[in-house]
């Protein structure tokens, strides 16, 4: 039901687009005679709720459709792309994840002191800056001052993992920009558990102080950083269409910016279904990890 609903959204937004499709692929030269039996040919003359149908129908059997610009199955497109933008995913994830907790957990076993402080101070003014900002600050300090890594992330042939440095920056520019908001969450998270009262029990018993961390507060602390870091994989997976931008990384973000340009109208939708489609499995499966980790919710009714 979901994702009927975002598919009229993505349909709509996707009509609304500035530009024409005819125009965008003809280039300026064409005439309108033949940019009328362009449109013909994509469909675009016909009214928009028979559009729909037809398009939402290939969709549920698993046909995006053609790329107006490449001519090659919208599924192409994906799959070609895909695989790159999972690679620098699940690269920033194994960087984020565990920098972003030990980070978040210090602060919260040390609140209001001087560590407590200086994370949270530059974690606020991290927050500050869009990607794009970040992504310039590192290729202007890394890669043209100091001349350690490569200034862009084009693959040649090999893959992603071909050559490491080329995804140095795009990953380091996703943790810069993510950690600050998964940081405070634990952090508040922890500070709030660290004052409960069966934290206070478990430290009066004599349980180490390192068991009441990990065993008492981590644990009910993490609850709610669940739905923050769901929202910080869809961010990583959906919305690094800036940094790939930015860095010239030929994934899915980078194509979809292309498409767009292009008034590639099936890869926009395409894609749009695609990533609405992994943010509610995420969704679900954010809900389903706060309920593991909260006993009493799994009774709860």
Same mark, same amino acid.
């Given at each position: 039901?979901?994702?009927?609903?975002?598919?009229?959204?993505?349909?709509?937004?996707?009509?609304?687009?500035?530009?024409?499709?005819?125009?965008?692929?003809?280039?300026?030269?064409?005439?309108?005679?033949?940019?009328?039996?362009?449109?013909?040919?994509?469909?675009?003359?016909?009214?928009?709720?028979?559009?729909?149908?037809?398009?939402?129908?290939?969709?549920?059997?698993?046909?995006?459709?053609?790329?107006?610009?490449?001519?090659?199955?919208?599924?192409?497109?994906?799959?070609?792309?895909?695989?790159?933008?999972?690679?620098?995913?699940?690269?920033?994830?194994?960087?984020?994840?565990?920098?972003?907790?030990?980070?978040?957990?210090?602060?919260?076993?040390?609140?209001?002191?001087?560590?407590?402080?200086?994370?949270?101070?530059?974690?606020?003014?991290?927050?500050?800056?869009?990607?794009?900002?970040? #992504?310039?600050?590192?290729?202007? $300090?890394? *890669? !043209?001052?100091? @001349?350690?890594? /490569?200034?862009?992330?084009?693959? +040649?042939?090999?893959?992603?993992?071909?050559?490491?440095?080329?995804?140095?920056?795009?990953?380091?520019?996703?943790?810069?920009?993510?950690?600050?908001?998964?940081?405070?969450?634990?952090?508040?998270?922890?500070?709030?558990?660290?004052?409960?009262?069966?934290?206070?029990?478990?430290?009066?018993?004599?349980?180490?102080?390192?068991?009441?961390?990990?065993?008492?507060?981590?644990?009910?602390?993490?609850?709610?950083?669940?739905?923050?870091?769901?929202?910080?994989?869809?961010?990583?997976?959906?919305?690094?269409?800036?940094?790939?931008?930015?860095?010239?990384?030929? #994934?899915?973000?980078?194509?979809? $910016?292309? *498409? !767009?340009?292009? @008034?590639?109208? /099936?890869?926009?939708?395409?894609? +749009?279904?695609?990533?609405?489609?992994?943010?509610?499995?995420?969704?679900?499966?954010?809900?389903?990890?706060?309920?593991?980790?909260?006993?009493?919710?799994?009774?709860?009714?």
């Amino acid at each position: 039901m979901l994702l009927a609903f975002v598919s009229v959204l993505v349909f709509g937004a996707t009509q609304i687009l500035p530009g024409d499709a005819a125009s965008a692929i003809l280039g300026r030269s064409a005439t309108p005679a033949q940019k009328a039996i362009y449109r013909k040919q994509l469909g675009l003359d016909k009214p928009l709720p028979e559009q729909y149908w037809r398009w939402i129908s290939g969709v549920v059997q698993g046909d995006l459709g053609t790329s107006v610009a490449s001519q090659l199955p919208v599924t192409s497109f994906i799959s070609a792309r895909a695989g790159k933008s999972l690679v620098l995913a699940i690269a920033a994830l194994l960087v984020l994840l565990p920098a972003s907790l030990a980070l978040g957990v210090w602060a919260g076993i040390r609140r209001e002191r001087p560590v407590d402080h200086a994370i949270s101070v530059i974690s606020l003014a991290l927050i500050a800056l869009p990607e794009f900002v970040t #992504g310039t600050i590192l290729i202007a $300090v890394l *890669a !043209v001052s100091l @001349r350690w890594l /490569p200034p862009t992330s084009i693959l +040649a042939s090999g893959g992603a993992l071909a050559n490491p440095k080329l995804l140095v920056l795009p990953v380091l520019t996703l943790c810069v920009t993510a950690a600050p908001y998964l940081i405070r969450m634990v952090r508040a998270g922890v500070s709030e558990a660290m004052g409960a009262d069966y934290v206070q029990m478990a430290r009066l018993s004599g349980i180490p102080e390192r068991r009441v961390v990990l065993r008492h507060a981590l644990r009910n602390a993490l609850a709610p950083t669940v739905q923050v870091f769901a929202l910080t994989v869809q961010y990583l997976i959906g919305g690094i269409v800036i940094v790939e931008t930015v860095f010239a990384y030929p #994934g899915l973000g980078q194509g979809l $910016v292309q *498409a !767009v340009v292009a @008034r590639d109208i /099936p890869t926009v939708q395409g894609v +749009a279904m695609l990533l609405a489609a992994i943010y509610i499995v995420i969704n679900i499966a954010a809900d389903v990890v706060v309920v593991m980790l909260i006993p009493k919710l799994r009774t709860a009714g």
